[in-house]
C-alpha cells in the first residue's frame, strides 16, 4: 500500500507571496493532519481535517488555511509568507482520527527569502 | 492541556550498547502515547504506541517502551543500538479533543551511535 505523498518536495518562494502544499493520505484514510516542524519551535500541530471537515485547529494565525476535498487529499495554504514560515511541513494520515496511529509524509521543505 | 518533556536533547550511543531515550508528559485527562523516528530529511516513523493493556510496549526494530502512570513517563529503550539508529527520536502524546486527532510533541532526543 502506497505511503503518504507530499508535493512539491522543495519550495522556494520570497515574501508577501503564498504557497499552497499537497498532501495524498493512505488510501483508505480518512483523517489529515498537518504539521510544522522548524529547528527554534520543534513540531507543531496545525489543523487536522476529517471528512472535508476541519476538526482541530492548531495556535496558528489565519495566513495559514487548509482544506480536504471528497478523496481525502488535503491541501493547505498559507498567505502573505513571511520569513519565519520556513519549515518542514509534514502531512499525517490516519483511518478515522483519534486517538488512531497517523503515518507521517516526507514532507515539504519551504524556504520562504 | 497536555505537554511533553524529553528530557535529553541530545544522548550518546555506542554500537551494541543498551540506550534510553527519557520522556515525561503532563495531562489532566488519560492520553495515548508514541514515539516516532526521524532520519535525516525524512518525515517520522511510528516505532511504537500505547493505548491502553500491558504497560510494556514492543516497537519496531528491536525497540520497547514501559508506560508509568505513577511516574507519568514512557521511557523508551534498546538494549542494544547499532549505528544506523542514529536518527532524532521524538515522544508524543494524544488525547480525544473534539472527536479529533492532534499529536503533541516533545522537543526530540538526538541519538548518536558511535563504534
Known amino acids: 500500500k502506497a505511503g503518504v505523498t507530499q508535493t512539491p518536495r522543495y519550495l522556494i518562494k520570497t515574501r508577501g507571496q503564498q504557497v499552497t502544499l499537497s498532501c495524498s493520505p493512505i488510501?483508505?484514510?480518512?483523517?489529515v493532519s498537518w504539521y510544522q516542524q522548524t529547528p527554534g519551535q520543534g513540531l507543531q500541530f496545525l489543523f487536522e481535517?476529517?471528512?472535508?471537515?476541519?476538526?482541530n485547529k492548531g495556535n496558528f494565525p489565519g495566513r495559514f488555511s487548509g482544506r480536504q476535498f471528497s478523496n481525502s487529499r488535503s491541501e493547505m495554504n498559507v498567505s502573505t509568507l513571511e520569513l519565519g514560515d520556513s519549515a518542514l511541513y509534514l502531512c499525517a494520515s490516519s483511518k478515522a482520527g483519534g486517538p488512531d496511529t497517523q503515518y507521517f509524509g516526507p514532507g515539504t521543505r519551504l524556504t520562504v527569502l | 492541556a497536555q505537554s511533553v518533556t524529553q528530557l535529553d536533547s541530545q544522548v550518546p550511543g555506542f554500537e551494541e550498547a543498551p540506550v534510553e531515550l527519557r520522556c515525561n508528559y503532563s495531562s489532566s485527562v488519560s492520553v495515548y502515547l508514541f514515539w516516532y523516528v526521524q532520519y535525516p530529511n525524512q518525515g517520522l516513523q511510528l516505532l511504537l504506541k500505547y493505548l491502553s493493556g500491558s504497560t510494556l510496549v514492543k516497537g519496531i526494530n528491536g525497540f520497547e517502551a514501559e508506560f508509568n502512570k505513577s511516574q507519568t513517563s514512557f521511557h523508551l529503550r534498546k538494549p542494544s543500538v547499532h549505528i544506523s539508529d542514529t536518527a532524532e527520536y521524538f515522544c508524543a502524546v494524544s488525547i480525544l479533543t473534539g472527536g479529533g486527532n492532534k499529536l503533541t510533541f516533545g522537543t526530540g532526543t538526538q541519538l548518536k551511535v558511535e563504534l
Open positions: 488510501s483508505g484514510h480518512r483523517s
Open positions: 481535517y476529517f471528512s472535508e471537515t476541519q476538526r
